[in-house]
């Protein structure tokens, strides 16, 4: 997926659907594919998505959906996973499709029994009726979480918590730069990788070891305590994701006044210090991995006011003393694709 990370918001998209008991499957056969034939296919197949019987969508799916799945086993697992989450669905609310440049876009609103709130499932097909786009979320994935701290200023003076120019993959306050911003937590969250050449590896990226922010050192940004560890997940191959472990190996830091760092997605055995354990700032606290809802290497940091993750809310981060895209800068809020670092 290269910079287009889905990181650990792992209840917020789901790139699979499910299967919706509503009607009596229509046969795409019989319907000329066009929006019409792209409503009665997508029908069809979210009915397959929701009773979770994923042959007939592994069946449409193109080669290369195919290939980004994995194989059938793993479609079929993820699909599982979802219905466990969902649950059952309790009613279909709407359903449209869209036409661009001979593309088709199937989207259904859902209620689920086990959801609060709707939930929208989407289906991409080309024009030949293969299936090119899977997704699960909440309807209100699509708009910024609407957080008491907008205009909060961190009392913790925060360092950049790396050495070398870094790039903002995910970063900033609206769904467009951020899309970790639909949730409480990650509102202001940052997904954090290094690129040369406009490329985040070397080769063709199938090795770990050719990524560059692999096994980089991630230092604290500021004095602490630690918290929380989780150092034993192991690193996933690139593209492939642990949606059970989201954050994969992680360190949550207490820096006082109710604030509250984050990492995620360390090597595993490389974190540094345990629960308990007073940290300075700038020492390396573990090193960069691909553990836990990630698609490649890459940091995933945010500030927030508790210390449990999922269970607390995201505080907007400011970094002093560095350079962005260059320039040296006394305090910044980091937004997606500024290159940044702690020295030049």
């Not at 949730?183 to 290094?194: E, I, P, S």
Request: a negative charge; proline letters at 6%; glycine letters at 8%.
């Amino acid at each position: 997926m290269n910079r287009n990370f889905r990181s650990f918001a792992a209840s917020a998209v789901l790139a699979i659907l499910f299967a919706l008991p509503w009607l009596a499957a229509r046969s795409a056969a019989e319907t000329k594919f066009d929006e019409a034939g792209a409503l009665a296919l997508g029908h069809e197949l979210a009915g397959n998505v929701v009773n979770n019987q994923p042959a007939p969508v592994w069946a449409r799916m193109s080669q290369r959906m195919r290939e980004a799945m994995g194989d059938s086993a793993k479609f079929s697992g993820l699909m599982s996973s979802i219905c466990t989450m969902t649950g059952k669905l309790d009613s279909l609310l709407d359903e449209s499709t869209s036409e661009n440049n001979g593309a088709f876009g199937y989207r259904a609103q859902c209620k689920f029994e086990k959801q609060p709130q709707p939930w929208t499932l989407t289906i991409s097909f080309d024009g030949e009726a293969h299936v090119v786009g899977l997704s699960v979320r909440p309807a209100s994935a699509n708009k910024a979480y609407a957080s008491p701290h907008m205009d909060y200023v961190p009392k913790t003076r925060l360092r950049l918590p790396f050495k070398g120019e870094w790039t903002v993959a995910w970063g900033g306050r609206d769904i467009a730069q951020n899309y970790h911003a639909f949730t409480r937590d990650q509102r202001f969250a940052l997904d954090l990788l290094m690129m040369r050449d406009g490329k985040t590896h070397t080769g063709d990226g199938k090795d770990l070891k050719e990524y560059f922010c692999y096994g980089q050192p991630i230092l604290a940004p500021a004095a602490g305590t630690v918290v929380w560890v989780q150092d034993s997940l192991p690193d996933n191959h690139p593209g492939e994701m642990d949606k059970v472990h989201p954050t994969g190996n992680c360190v949550i830091l207490d820096h006082g006044n109710s604030e509250y760092s984050l990492f995620a997605h360390m090597q595993p055995g490389s974190l540094r210090f345990k629960a308990g354990d007073r940290v300075r700032e700038g020492e390396v606290i573990g090193l960069c991995g691909n553990s836990g809802n990630t698609s490649e290497p890459h940091l995933h940091y945010h500030l927030q006011d508790g210390p449990r993750f999922h269970d607390a809310d995201g505080l907007p981060p400011r970094f002093f003393d560095l350079y962005v895209n260059g320039v040296h800068v006394d305090t910044a809020e980091v937004v997606q694709k500024q290159r940044i670092s702690r020295d030049q």
